[in-house]
């Protein structure tokens, strides 16, 4: 069975503050996917990271993918009240053929002004 | 306008009723899928569709049936509701499997 750990569950922390969300696996992806969730929708993709030691900045959000495409870490500086919400992390693999997600359980994020 | 569309909203349906979560998208994306999000257990795949008359089954296919006559086009139907079937349900979709999904806004349904 596949597994994507996430960590931590749940982060409340002041605006102005940084922050690192943690997603880690046993198993090696294709591709690492970051979305947030806002209460009420459905997941929006953030990025995708695909070669192993990639990092791609996203204004105030560093994603990163590890050297051996086993785990990722996303790093928020400066973290503002409008970055409040569920961060997911999604690996992707070849299982039947088929390209398939694996995802993680999310982060639920509050930043309080 | 352009993107994925789920209807309805919210539902709210008894035991053993037959319900049916409509999902259409416009960019005719190949790859469509239906997952349900339950606390403590994220997201989980129902099923997917590579194409039109292409589905197969996900995590937790048990007590849904899905069809893909157009490729716009992905209904979930829950054949006989339960109350484990609460849930919100999202639909998406992707250019290939390998690319980032598009997500509904979500159905939130209720079976009581």
């Known amino acids: 069975t596949q597994l994507l750990e996430q960590s931590p569950q749940f982060l409340s922390i002041q605006e102005g503050e940084n922050l690192t969300v943690y997603c880690n696996s046993s198993s090696v992806f294709s591709s690492l996917q970051w979305y947030r969730q806002e209460p009420g929708e459905g997941p929006v993709l953030l990025v995708t990271?695909?070669?192993g030691g990639e990092v791609k900045k996203l204004k105030r959000l560093t994603f990163q993918f590890g050297d051996a495409r086993k785990d990722s870490s996303l790093h928020i500086t400066a973290a503002q009240p409008g970055d409040t919400g569920l961060y997911l992390c999604?690996?992707?693999?070849?299982?039947?053929?088929?390209?398939?997600?694996?995802w993680g359980a999310g982060t639920k994020l509050i930043i309080k002004p | 306008d352009a993107g994925i569309t789920q209807s309805p909203r919210y539902k709210i349906t008894e035991t053993g009723r037959q319900v049916t979560l409509m999902c259409h998208q416009t960019?005719?994306?190949?790859?469509m899928f239906w997952y349900r999000q339950d606390l403590g257990h994220g997201l989980r795949l129902i099923y997917y569709?590579?194409?039109?008359?292409?589905?197969d089954k996900g995590e937790v296919p048990d007590g849904y049936v899905v069809s893909r006559s157009k490729t716009e086009n992905f209904p979930l139907t829950l054949e006989s509701a339960t109350r484990s079937q609460t849930s919100v349900y999202f639909c998406?979709?992707?250019?290939?499997?390998?690319?980032?999904?598009?997500f509904g806004s979500g159905t939130r349904l209720t079976v009581v």
């Open positions: 960019w005719s994306h190949s790859y």
């Open positions: 999604a690996g992707g693999i070849i299982a039947d053929s088929n390209y398939q997600l694996i």
């Open positions: 998406a979709s992707s250019t290939l499997g390998a690319g980032g999904y598009t």
């Open positions: 990271v695909v070669t």
């Open positions: 569709s590579a194409a039109a008359d292409i589905t």
